[in-house]
């Protein structure tokens, strides 16, 4: 896999030829046909909007950053006793939220790695959420003008995929996230059993056997954008996509191994990615998922009292993560998880010091996840920067030791076999993996793909 | 249970798809795929997709798209599209002078309780309600469905346009625990009188309302506890924008204009300004002022951070007399350029396209700035965006988004019912189905959970969950009955339209291709109705529209009514549709 090239064929997609976002230029991809056997791994993108507070999902339990930590946060701190208190990570000066059980549990059987201290380098800091999120999403911090998401590039460049995948990327979303911005591979499906056209009457929504001549309406509906408008790659893969969707059933699945999930919107959609991966026909490559309302200014609620609201998001996040582990973790061919990766990030983090609305304002370091079989669970990877005044991002705020593209780049070349870090990464270099996930490193390849067509009906 | 594999798993792809694990049935149609090798021959060229008239195009860009009988009325008020354009839009401009008889009519039935009460009322009765979810959230609740009888049967058409635009700029989430209950105030006495009067009075009117002080916070910002959350979103979202925000950096490096007011925002300024808010708080019963207790706003002094701030560049004194300091970095982002530019960029951005040019923001936004204090300043730049050369000839660089499709379709089939909240657990009413599928549909109103509002930008709008979604609803949407009638009539208006020998399945599309489009689409798209009315007709033969029953072996025959209404549902679904 050393040394792949990128060709420099334009693409030309959908129905309205190449065309060119506003900001300018954007690269070209590899051809389609596979150049080496295919990768079939998963990369799983969780992003927790609204800045989630890791210093309280993970704490520290000892040593001077305890003391800091302690008078930062009177009201907020994880106690080190009692029935509430942080439970610690054995090796580390460290403890886990107690509410977060069903997460530690996956760190203490290795498959959970957590990241200390990550977040957005290279440019300006931000507190804003919308800022942040954007500028990690399209993967150029400082720039928002690129016109592409880091996982859109990523299934353009990749040379160890397939030519032809159902459905690549797939969204539990209404829209697509900013990640795969401008990308014709992903569809964006918010309900499983909701996304199929069988809203019209029975007698003309489906292909009836008993009446071959028909055509569906469903049919119609593709034609209709087919026949030379301007958005018709939209709707045409909107079309396919609900197509590819519509023999599963969604209401009969069945977690395997015991797996609960949580029962939330979190929870169904992850049991939504779960099903479309074990559905190996539809060629899962990229999930994407949101889980918000991180965003605690007032009342982010304190360990043991009765009002948790932190603890019961947690809570909500571990069982979730635990059973989709669970799910996918069977014997022989039902072992999903070696080849699924899931990745937990958050625009950034909260400051140290609580306010006095009993919550936490924006910060800058971060917590990031790493799930999965393929994972070197177990380990606290990063530098904890420590809460000393000195140490602290302008007095306030965790620092930032880890770039997120850091964290991500290794699951690109390690698990996705994808080193194509210049096209997805532009001005990311340095590639230096961390040991999070198993997997062999290829030689990044640092350059921008040159020539400039790249896109769809996208006017 | 973790594998140790060496490497990325690589399989063959004879190996793959042997090996693949499926439930049975569930596989994918073959053939279909979102990542296929793309060649020159599966590359359509692009049609000459017509342009609508333009009565179709400004009605479908400053409102939700005519009724029927709205096109004529527009071509009747001048002699050519510029007339009627600026006559439409004088009238458009002064909303209250039209009168709205059918909404007050339809918001008038028993089941909206909530609209007429005033704030006060609003607090006492939902609240106060912690037991009661159904009571509590009342006024969101019939607010959610409200929208849709506002924006389907008003004829302040553009005011509904601007007050969707001004509540996603101001956005406050509709079902906020707190700001839930309070909201038919947020809509009726903050938020629709100003969005055609004056920003700055708007800024103060959003900055003083419970929903706003409870959505960001502000009403536990006090001087020894502050709560920036509010500060920040004001300067990012509600004023200069982030486009003008400088990041962590010192504020004395950023440049000043020529009056030593900063060009951007930092975050010391969103520290300064949060003090500057602080003691703006909500008579809500506070541990401090326990028979306070009435949602209404209040200032309290004693919480309120009196020493000296300095935002954007320049000084503001220490112990300034009440809610001065918050009203002087209102006055202070009203009047700034930044703030205009954001603004103007933003409203043009709904009603032309996703990159207005230079030349008709920055001066539109001029106007904006030179008019910061004006009562009309609004009317003014909203005038100003729609009678510009762009709005007029800009055509299909948005799309609608779903409730702007939903909406227009409501209209153009002229659908009869009015969306109300329904208590009955029994039964799923059809507003409880249109709520939900609009939450589908990632657009439901009021329903965009953080501050920024919904997205505006047309590559959001055309995922395929969206799309589907949409269409989806759509399709549901011709099914919908309520008292055992379809709420649109599509049968009924084709037979009152067309006498039995000329229902052909051609005259039958081209009717509502009319009524739904208000143009004819390219040649290809109306024979692909066509051939789905008509099926095996002959082009000049009638269809009996009245049956709908079984015929496998004749199509023309088979459930006739129900394929009038799928082949109506589809012009409502077709690309042509969704430009705006």
Known sequence: MNGSRISRRGLLKGSAGAALLAGGARPAYAAFDATSADNTDVLVLLYLRGAMDGLALLAPISGADRTAYELARPELALPLNGTDSAVPLPGTAFGMHQRAGLLRDLYLSNHLAIVHAAGLMGATPTRSHFDAQLTMELGTPGQQSIGSGWLTRHLESATNLPATIPIPAACASASAPASLLASTQAASMPSGSEFRLNGWHWSWDDADPNVPTMTPAATRLKNLWSHGDALDGHGQRASDALAIIRPMDFGAYAPANGAVYPNSGFGAQLRMIAQLIKNEAVGLRIATLDLGGWDTHESEGTPGASWNYFGNKVEELAQGLNAFYTDLAGAGGANYISRVNLVAISEFGRRLKENQSGGTDHGHGNLMLALGGAVNGGTLYGTFPGLAQEQLFEYEDLAITTDYRRVLSEALIRRMGNPNLGAIFPGYAGYSPMGIFQGTDLTPIYQAPQNAVFGDGFE | ?580
């Open chain 2, 1 to 580: 249970m973790a594998a140790s594999s060496p490497g990325p798993v690589s399989i063959g792809r004879r190996n793959l798809l042997g090996s693949l694990s499926a439930p049975p049935g569930s596989a994918p149609p073959p053939g279909v795929a979102l990542r296929k090798p793309n060649t020159a021959a599966t590359a359509k060229a692009p049609s000459a997709s017509p342009t609508p008239p333009f009565a179709v195009r400004a009605l479908s860009k400053m409102g939700f798209g005519p009724r029927p009988g709205d096109l004529a009325a527009f071509n009747a008020l001048g002699a050519n599209d510029d007339a009627r354009h600026a006559a439409y839009v004088e009238q458009q401009l002064f909303p209250d002078a039209l009168t709205d008889t059918e909404v007050d009519a339809r918001l008038g039935i028993p089941a909206y309780q909530t609209l007429g009460k005033s704030l006060v009322q609003l607090w006492a009765d939902h609240e106060g309600d912690t037991d009661n979810w159904l009571v509590r959230m009342r006024p969101i609740r019939e607010l959610d469905c409200a929208a849709f009888v506002r924006a389907c049967h008003s004829k302040r058409q553009l005011k509904e346009v601007l007050a969707d635009f001004w509540h996603n700029h101001f956005n406050v989430f509709g079902w906020d625990w707190e700001a839930g209950p309070v909201f038919v105030h947020y809509d009726r006495d903050v938020i629709r009188p100003n969005l055609l009067g004056n920003f700055r009075t708007m800024l103060e009117s959003v900055a003083s309302s419970t929903a706003m002080l409870y959505m960001l916070d502000n009403q536990s910002s006090t001087v020894s506890g502050p709560n920036e959350n509010y500060a920040r979103e004001l300067l990012e979202l509600h004023t200069l924008g982030a486009e003008n925000y400088k990041g962590v950096i010192d504020p004395t490096s950023v440049p000043t204009d020529g009056n030593g007011v900063a060009i951007g925002y930092v975050d010391n300024d969103v520290y300064e300004v949060t003090r500057a808010f602080t003691g703006w708080s909500v008579k809500n019963g506070h541990w401090q002022y326990p028979a306070e207790n009435d949602g209404t706003f209040v200032y309290r002094s004693v919480w309120h951070d009196r020493f000296g701030k300095f935002v954007l560049g320049k000084l503001f004194a220490a112990n300034q007399p009440d809610l001065k300091d918050g009203r002087d970095v209102l006055d202070r982002l009203a009047a700034h350029p930044g703030t205009a530019r954001f603004v103007v960029r933003k409203l043009c951005r709904r009603l032309i396209g996703d990159a207005p040019s230079d030349a008709l923001v920055n001066s539109v936004a001029a106007l904006f700035q030179s008019q910061w204090q004006a009562p009309d300043q609004l009317r003014q730049v909203t005038r100003a965006i729609l009678l510009s050369d762009d709005f007029k000839n800009t055509w299909g660089d948005k799309v609608r988004r779903p409730f702007e499709t939903v909406v227009a379709f409501l209209r153009a089939t002229a659908a009869d019912y009015t969306w109300q909240p329904d208590d009955n657990d029994a039964q799923w009413a059809i507003s409880e189905e249109l709520s939900y599928r609009m939450e589908l549909t990632g657009h439901r109103p009021h329903y965009w959970p953080a501050p920024n509002g919904y997205p505006d930008a047309k590559s959001r709008w055309l995922s395929t969950g969206t799309l589907a979604m949409t269409w989806k609803l759509v399709s549901r949407l011709v099914e919908f009955q309520n008292a055992g009638s379809f709420i649109i009539n599509v049968l009924g208006q084709t037979q009152a339209a067309l006498t039995a020998p000329n229902r052909t399945a051609a005259k039958i599309v081209d009717y509502w291709l009319d009524r739904i489009l208000g143009y004819q689409p390219d040649a290809t798209q109306r024979d692909e109705l066509i051939a789905m009315l008509g099926q095996n007709a002959g082009a000049a033969e009638a269809l009996d529209l009245s049956t709908d029953s079984w015929n496998g072996g004749n199509l023309k025959l088979h459930y006739t009514q129900s394929r009038l209404r799928t082949t109506v549902s589809l012009i409502g679904m077709m690309p042509e549709f969704m430009k705006r």
